[in-house]
Structure formats: structure tokens, C-alpha cells
């Protein structure tokens, strides 16, 4: 069988653009994780808005997100790639720094909407990039790489956030995050753009003739019949409803509810989010990969296994009042909760046909936010104002057990989806 090009041209050529990408989702961790940062202090701004409505934020962002997302998804399998990416970029960055402008919440809730735009344009297309740079046996090593973007950025945000928005106001850690995705977006506009499918196992001229051949409704509607693009979308769903309630609230939580001064609050989190956050998510894309050449269903152990270790370790942060116990808990529960990111994502492109995988991305985006992180913010904010946010971050822990039991269901049919995709190639070829 012909390769579509040398494997060492391939990786020569990869690197820069994973590099580029992976700064790029940085950035979008940092302008997302921000606002978290310095929740306290814009609560201090609006003194009428309950926690209600300051979890309403979230949403903001990501209903916007999640409806913006097959639309790109959409437009990202018809158009040169990079080109979304850089106009997304520049477009959330203006919106971040946008938000320090804000002087009524209203102000606040429409910036952190456009936000939502800007990150839809790039969220979707950015893994297909990958996915197109890095075969099958590499995926996940290559996909965890990029996705440790999310403690580290996550961690930047709630750091910049507090520190900055402690020493010289919340609206300037909007204005300092906001502005550097304008010069990343220049240079995805000079970025070459890799052949969509050109790391499947399928030689050229096959490949030439599968791309030739002209979308229909039917190629999106089959992503309905893989079983494992359907269970890993509703494991991350589940994953996603508990994860985005829990980093939206933690600091305000740790400040309100254990005391601790805001700054070192945001600093303590985002220090050990970035610690267990890049360990777990490396450590779960290398697991990934070494273990599925031995188990089948080896993606979907691993986020199975992970979350259901992290439920005894976000239980017991919750629950212990002594620091070092809460703070080390916390720690654990992080490593767990990120060591499904690699894999869960490599499922999402390996199972997905090349050209509808873009599209497969932005439904399952679609998804697990619409029916997750949309819903979690605010239904801890709703408890957290009859109770308390310690109950609040209790009623999440069952939600990180079910997407563990989820996840586990998808082992049988991984093997069979993953082959399916170079053999529909091949059929639709000729």
C-alpha cells in the first residue's frame, strides 16, 4: 500500500502546527478560567445579582458555544481550516478584553456570549487538524499534548484572575488575557492546511477518490450508528456536567466557604490544577495508547477507571476540614478527573469518518454542554443560594460516578468502530 506521503516528513511537518494549536487552546482555557478568577470581585461590582445569576455567566459563554458549534462544524468541512481557527481566535480575544469595558452586568453576560462565538470556530476544527497530522497509533499521545492546554490554562485563568484582579481590579485581568490571541490568529492565516484523512491507512489514490466523492445528509446522519461516538458523547456529558460546575465555583468556594483569602485561593487551585492536571492528562493519552495494543476497548478503560477513582477523592475534598487532607484529595480527584481527556477525544476522531469529523466534534460539543456544563453552574449557584455551596459541590459527586460506569460501557464496540473507518474509505473509494 502507497503512503499518502513519508512518515518523516509527517512529523517534521506535524510539530509546528500542534505547537501552534496547542498555544492557541492555552490561550481559550485562560480567557475561559479568568472570569472564575475573579467571580468574587464581580460579585462585589453587581451587589444585586445573586449567585443565581452569577452562575448564569456560564451559560452565557457556552449556550452561545454549543449552538455556534455545529455551525462551524459544518462550514469547517467545506473551508480551509486554519483560516476558522485565526478568524475564532481574534474574534474571542476582542470579546475577553471587551469584557473589562463592561459597566452593567448585562454589559458582561452579552461579552461572554461573543466569546462563545469565537471559541465555537476553533473548538471544533482544532482536533480534525490533529487528527489529519497524527496516525491512529499516535493519536492519543498527540491529542494529549494538546488538551494539556485545559489544567494549564485553566490554571492561568484562575492565577491571573486573583492575583491581578486583586492588585489592580478584575477588569484589567480581562483587558492583560484578551489581546494576546490576536497576533496567534495572524499566524494560523500563513499555516499550511494537512489533507483531511491523510493519516488514515488507506493509500493515495483511494483516499483522492473518497475525498472527491460528494458529501449527503447520510454520511452526517451515520455518526447515529457508531456505538462508541454515541456512549463517549454521553460519558463526556456527564463528565462535562460535573467538572463544569465544580472549576466554575471552586474558588469562590474556597474562599466563601474554607475561608482562605481569594488570591490565595486562585493560586493554591491553579497550582495544583496545573500539577495534576498536566499529569493526568499526559498520563492518560500514553495509558491510551500502549494499552490498546493489548486491550481493545483500552480509550474507554481508562476514562472509566479514571472517574471512577476520582469519586472517592472529590468525596473526601468535600467532606475533610483539615487542609492538607482536602488539599492533597483535591489533588487526586484532578489527576483522575483529566486522565480521561486524551482518550476520550481520540475515540471522537478514530471512530468518525474524515470528512463529516469536523461536524462529529461540533454535535458532541453540541451535547455535553448543552447538557452539561450549560446546566451545572447554575443548578450549584440555585443550591448554593437555598443552602450552601458546600451542598452545592455534594450534588455533583454522583454525576462523576455515572460517567465512569458510562465509559466503561463503550469497551465492546471500539475495536470494531475504529476498523470500520479505513474499511468505509476504501468501499467509498471504488
Same mark, same amino acid.
Given at each position: 500500500?502507497? @503512503? ?22 492555552? *490561550? ?20 444585586? #445579582? ?6 448564569? %455567566? ?15 462544524? *459544518? ?43 469565537? $471559541?465555537?470556530?476553533?473548538?471544533? #476544527? ?31 485563568? /484562575?492565577?491571573? !484572575? ?12 480581562? /483587558?492583560? #488575557? !484578551?489581546?494576546?490571541?490576536? %497576533? ?7 499555516? @499550511?492546511?494537512?489533507?483531511?484523512? !491523510?493519516? $488514515? ?15 449527503? +445528509? ?32 471552586? @474558588?469562590? /468556594? +474556597?474562599?466563601? $466557604?474554607?475561608?482562605?483569602? %481569594? $488570591? ?6 491553579? *497550582? ?12 492518560? &493519552? ?12 483500552? /480509550? ?11 469519586? @472517592? ?76 455551596? &458546600? ?9 462523576? %460516578? ?29
Amino acid at each position: 500500500m502507497t @503512503p499518502t506521503a513519508p512518515a518523516s516528513e509527517k512529523v517534521s511537518r506535524a510539530w509546528p502546527l500542534l505547537l501552534l494549536l496547542f498555544g492557541i487552546n492555552l *490561550l481559550n482555557y485562560i480567557d475561559r478560567y479568568v472570569l472564575p478568577g475573579v467571580l468574587p470581585l464581580v460579585e462585589e461590582a453587581f451587589p444585586g #445579582v445573586s449567585k443565581t445569576g452569577l452562575g448564569m %455567566l456560564a451559560p452565557a459563554f457556552l449556550v452561545v458555544y454549543m449552538i455556534a458549534s455545529p455551525v462551524f462544524g *459544518l462550514v469547517g468541512d467545506r473551508m480551509r481550516r486554519f483560516t476558522l481557527v485565526g478568524v475564532g481566535v481574534q474574534l474571542w480575544s476582542l470579546a475577553t478584553a471587551a469584557a473589562g469595558l463592561a459597566r452593567t452586568f448585562t454589559q458582561l453576560f452579552i461579552t461572554r456570549m461573543l466569546v462563545g462565538v469565537g $471559541e465555537a470556530s476553533y473548538v471544533a #476544527v482544532a482536533p480534525t487538524i490533529i487528527s489529519d497530522l497524527y496516525p491512529v497509533a499516535a493519536r492519543g499521545r498527540a491529542l494529549s499534548f494538546f488538551y494539556v492546554a485545559i489544567p494549564v490554562g485553566s490554571a492561568l485563568g /484562575y492565577l491571573i !484572575g486573583g492575583a491581578v484582579g486583586v492588585a489592580w481590579g478584575w477588569r484589567t485581568a480581562f /483587558y492583560l #488575557v !484578551g489581546l494576546p490571541g490576536l %497576533l496567534l490568529g495572524v499566524a494560523c492565516y500563513f499555516m @499550511p492546511e494537512p489533507r483531511r484523512g !491523510g493519516t $488514515e491507512a488507506v493509500n493515495a489514490e483511494q483516499l483522492a477518490r473518497y475525498l472527491d466523492r460528494k458529501l449527503t +445528509l447520510s454520511d452526517y446522519l451515520g455518526l447515529l450508528r457508531v456505538r462508541s461516538f454515541l456512549i463517549n458523547t454521553l460519558g463526556m456529558t456527564a463528565y462535562t456536567y460535573a467538572v463544569g460546575g465544580i472549576s466554575y465555583w471552586m @474558588p469562590t /468556594y +474556597l474562599h466563601q $466557604e474554607r475561608g482562605i483569602p %481569594l $488570591e490565595l485561593a486562585t493560586f493554591r487551585f491553579g *497550582l495544583v490544577t496545573v500539577v495534576a492536571g498536566i499529569a493526568g492528562t499526559l498520563m492518560g &493519552g500514553a495509558l491510551g495508547d500502549r494499552l490498546s495494543r493489548r486491550i481493545p476497548g483500552a /480509550y474507554f478503560l481508562v476514562c472509566g477507571v479514571g472517574m471512577l477513582l476520582a469519586f @472517592p477523592a472529590f468525596y473526601t475534598a468535600l467532606m475533610h476540614d483539615s487542609p492538607p487532607v482536602y488539599w492533597a484529595a483535591i489533588g487526586v480527584a484532578e489527576f483522575f478527573l483529566f486522565l480521561n481527556t486524551g482518550p476520550s477525544n481520540t475515540i471522537l476522531v478514530n471512530v468518525t469518518m474524515p470528512r463529516v469529523r469536523t461536524a462529529a466534534v461540533a454535535f458532541n460539543v453540541l451535547i455535553i454542554h448543552a447538557l452539561g456544563d450549560v446546566l451545572s453552574p447554575v443548578i450549584m449557584g440555585r443550591v448554593a443560594d437555598s443552602s450552601s455551596l &458546600g451542598n452545592a459541590f455534594l450534588s455533583t459527586v454522583g454525576v462523576v %460516578l455515572l460517567s465512569g460506569v458510562i465509559w466503561l460501557l463503550g469497551m465492546p464496540s471500539l475495536a470494531r468502530d475504529t476498523a470500520r473507518v479505513t474499511t468505509r474509505m476504501q468501499e467509498e473509494a471504488g
